[in-house]
């Protein structure tokens, strides 16, 4: 009778181990990949910030210059993100100003984009341009084209 009782207490530690074992391995893997998802949230805030820094240059060009829009190809020495418009660098790291459109009377269209890590930012940016006054109306987040 007391073979029997080592016997299921030692097979109900394994049982116990068995499980803890499963639980703290469980636990490790939701804690690896709750970091990276920080992470990713991080360069998500950070390209959208540097994406919105490119829309203040842009207004300060167009507020020194109203006839200022982006080059039409990229400068491959700054390794920009994207085909055409302006790069800009920003401490280590690059926003472009891709396009300023006419929407309508007084009313602009600038497009921005940043890269952040694997973060990518594409803003679209509804402005009221009257001379030197400058408002924004909008502005969106779009799918990269």
Request: some cysteine; glycine content about 6%.
């Amino acid at each position: 009778m007391n073979f029997k009782s080592g016997y299921i207490a030692l097979v109900s530690v394994i049982i116990l181990s068995s499980i803890l074992l499963l639980v703290t391995l469980e636990m490790a893997n939701i804690s690896y990949i709750a970091r990276f998802n920080t992470l990713r949230t991080e360069e998500k805030e950070q390209s959208a910030s540097l994406a919105r820094s490119c829309l203040q240059i842009a207004l300060v060009r167009l507020a020194e210059n109203p006839d200022y829009r982006p080059a039409s190809t990229s400068d491959s020495s700054l390794g920009g993100p994207g085909p055409s418009g302006d790069n800009l660098k920003i401490d280590q790291d690059i926003c472009q100003i891709i396009s300023i459109d006419t929407s309508g009377p007084e009313e602009l269209l600038v497009k921005t984009t940043a890269t952040k890590g694997k973060s990518i930012s594409n803003l679209l940016t509804s402005v009221h341009f009257t001379g030197s006054d400058i408002s924004v109306n909008s502005i969106k987040e779009i799918l990269d084209d």
